[in-house]
């Protein structure tokens, strides 16, 4: 059913791009930027907070006048966290007339994305998409797929250099999620590069999503007197509850960490005195000292009074190089959209200055974010 629903889509965006020659205008000749978010699903947190990014940007876009006097409107679908429905919403915002599309959330449903985009001819940009072959095969980019994260590689790198060389840690176990691609090759990467830089990885445990008790493998962990740290990477949701336990099973080690963390349930899942000498990789820290920082959060307290986490930042960051893309292209041609987005250099963003390299990854800096009793208290910046 999936399959025929689309090959309808495929041939209804066939259909619309003849009629309107290629361009993107949608109904009424709007302008129309799509997003394809994860808003419900195990990725829904993320791509709530991703869409109040989008949102805030395409909102103060059209204060500073829009797009040569005319307003961008955002028509919003939700991937479900599923890969097939984000394919087939991809295919849908296409046909509807869009000239760019910012998703979708997660690397599952990124992948999907990305190859609809390439099959319909509409650039996407992914907020938070950090598995190496969402964007690229590994010698060249897909065409129009894009991402203003870093890839999970680069992360992995950094986190196993963070542990060796900034740290001094020799000796580490690992802890990650045996159901997870994000896990798995995080883990993969992070144990290839701590051997290379002289240290050793002493063990490996696994647990799969959704596991509620870790109490097995953290025994077996507090048990071990050689481990000096451990590298845990994963989603917030478990790696909460996990160390909540070590900490009620004196298991106290410096706890290594990547962009998962990152969530508003963190503390809550983890008890604020779990959450010492944590350190863990992120695109985002509320510690940033730019102007284009203190901008955002300002303007993000004043639409939605709270304070942003990094996923709408990424969100906010992944729209306005989409919008400063159109302005370069001059139309809302997909085609030229695309091209402008390909060949953006230097774009200063809130979570750095963005390039777009071959394998149309970002180029940029990313931070090391250390807590204590829950709190960011040091942001190393790590460039790349």
């Not at 897909?142 to 060389?165: H, I, K, L, W």
């Amino acid at each position: 059913m999936k399959k025929y629903l689309r090959l309808m889509v495929m041939a209804f965006i066939t259909l619309s791009l003849v009629a309107c020659g290629g361009s993107a205008n949608g109904a009424d000749g709007k302008l129309l930027l799509g997003v394809n978010f994860d808003l419900t699903g195990p990725g829904m947190q993320y791509g709530v907070a991703e869409l109040e990014g989008v949102e805030l940007a395409v909102k103060l876009f059209n204060e500073k006048g829009g797009f040569n006097g005319r307003e961008v409107e955002i028509v919003s679908r939700d991937g479900k966290s599923d890969p097939s429905e984000s394919y087939l919403v991809q295919m849908a915002l296409a046909e509807e007339g869009v000239f760019a599309i910012i998703g979708a959330t997660i690397s599952g449903t990124s992948a999907q994305a990305v190859k609809a985009s390439g099959e319909a001819q509409v650039p996407t940009i992914s907020p938070s998409a950090t598995t190496d072959t969402v964007t690229n095969d590994g010698t060249v980019g897909y065409p129009f797929g894009y991402r203003v994260c870093y890839s999970d590689m680069f992360q992995a790198v950094t986190m196993a250099n963070f542990t060796v060389e900034t740290k001094g840690f020799k000796k580490v176990g690992i802890i990650a999620d045996n159901t997870s691609e994000y896990a798995q090759g995080l883990s993969k990467i992070y144990k290839e590069y701590v051997e290379k830089l002289g240290g050793e990885v002493i063990f490996e445990e696994f647990y799969a999503q959704g596991e509620s008790d870790f109490s097995s493998i953290l025994t077996k962990v507090k048990n071990n007197q050689e481990v000096e740290a451990l590298f845990i990477p994963g989603y917030y949701s478990e790696i909460g509850p996990l160390l909540r336990q070590a900490h009620q099973l004196d298991v106290n080690l410096p706890i290594l960490g990547v962009d998962g963390y990152d969530s508003v349930d963190f503390v809550d899942l983890a008890g604020a005195e779990a959450l010492n000498n944590v350190f863990y990789s992120n695109h985002y820290s509320k510690l940033i000292n730019s102007e284009e920082h203190s901008a955002f959060v300002d303007a993000f307290v004043a639409e939605y009074g709270k304070e942003p986490i990094g996923f709408a930042a990424l969100a906010f960051d992944a729209a306005n190089l989409a919008l400063d893309a159109l302005v370069r292209a001059g139309e809302p041609d997909p085609i030229k959209v695309n091209d402008a987005i390909k060949n953006t250099k230097g774009f200063v963003a809130v979570t750095g200055t963005i390039s777009i390299n071959d394998l149309h990854n970002a180029e940029k800096s990313t931070y090391v974010i250390e807590l204590k009793d829950g709190v960011e208290v040091n942001a190393t910046i790590v460039e790349p």
